[in-house]
């Protein structure tokens, strides 16, 4: 078992079924430290709105997903041509497959991850959808931190620190998909393209409709 599982912070607590567990190891196999903590830091914080908001959502599910949404940027699960949170997408589906979760669980999983770096569109969805991007959200770019309890927000970063975040964040997601960077059209990602990678143009939405086949 995970050392942290069963422990609870902030008021929420990790899930300690056998599952989860194994969810935890394969984060700490497979990712680094920073995305170890951001991953924890990002369930606390969805977890808790979703207690505070007294939403029905499965934890479970929810604290699963939360381990593999960035799974998809190390070397072990991404891929050559797909979005990053597919990949990660795709890897918690085959994981959760091995414990005979139901298809609209296995469902769920997927749409939690992949949506999850979609704001605009996944907190119109499930409540685990929502959750996630908002937890990420706080996380990342502090989405909703005034409305964060200083108490708790001591608590979970006690617990899991940000150990500079901001200045490793970026290269961190970078070189999860440099090798592909089309990957990143229409996402959030091809900033950190155009941050990152010289001579990088984003893709242009307007100059495709111009380029397209059709005659007229």
Same mark, same amino acid.
């Given at each position: 078992?995970?050392?942290?599982?069963?422990?609870?912070?902030?008021?929420?607590?990790?899930?300690?079924?056998?599952?989860?567990?194994?969810?935890?190891?394969?984060?700490?196999?497979?990712?680094?430290?920073?995305?170890?903590?951001?991953?924890?830091?990002?369930?606390?914080?969805?977890?808790?709105?979703?207690?505070?908001?007294?939403?029905?959502?499965?934890?479970?599910?929810?604290?699963?997903?939360?381990?593999?949404?960035?799974?998809?940027?190390?070397?072990?699960?991404?891929?050559?041509?797909?979005?990053?949170?597919?990949?990660?997408?795709?890897?918690?589906?085959?994981?959760?497959?091995?414990?005979?979760?139901?298809?609209?669980?296995?469902?769920?999983?997927?749409?939690?991850?992949?949506?999850?770096?979609?704001?605009?569109?996944?907190?119109?969805?499930?409540?685990?959808?929502?959750?996630?991007?908002?937890?990420?959200?706080?996380?990342?770019?502090?989405?909703?931190?005034?409305?964060?309890?200083?108490?708790?927000?001591?608590?979970?970063?006690?617990?899991?620190?940000?150990?500079?975040?901001? %200045?490793?964040?970026?290269?961190?997601?970078?070189?999860?998909? %440099?090798?592909?960077?089309?990957?990143?059209?229409?996402?959030?990602?091809?900033?950190? #393209?155009? #941050?990152?990678?010289?001579?990088?143009?984003?893709?242009?939405? #307007?100059?495709?409709?111009?380029?397209?086949?059709?005659?007229?």
């Amino acid at each position: 078992m995970s050392s942290i599982s069963g422990k609870t912070i902030a008021g929420v607590r990790i899930p300690d079924s056998a599952m989860s567990a194994q969810a935890t190891e394969l984060l700490r196999e497979h990712g680094s430290d920073l995305l170890y903590n951001h991953s924890l830091r990002t369930f606390l914080f969805a977890a808790l709105n979703g207690q505070q908001n007294k939403l029905r959502f499965d934890a479970e599910l929810l604290y699963v997903s939360t381990m593999f949404h960035d799974l998809g940027l190390t070397a072990h699960y991404r891929s050559d041509d797909k979005r990053f949170e597919v990949d990660g997408a795709n890897a918690a589906r085959d994981f959760l497959q091995g414990y005979g979760l139901p298809p609209q669980s296995l469902q769920l999983a997927w749409d939690t991850i992949a949506l999850h770096t979609s704001p605009g569109i996944a907190e119109y969805k499930e409540p685990e959808v929502a959750l996630l991007n908002y937890g990420a959200a706080l996380d990342v770019v502090g989405k909703g931190y005034d409305q964060l309890a200083a108490h708790d927000r001591e608590a979970i970063l006690r617990n899991f620190p940000r150990n500079g975040l901001k %200045k490793n964040m970026v290269a961190t997601f970078y070189e999860g998909f %440099k090798h592909k960077p089309q990957t990143t059209y229409g996402s959030m990602n091809a900033d950190i #393209c155009a #941050c990152m990678l010289p001579g990088y143009v984003r893709p242009d939405f #307007c100059e495709a409709i111009v380029q397209s086949p059709w005659s007229e």
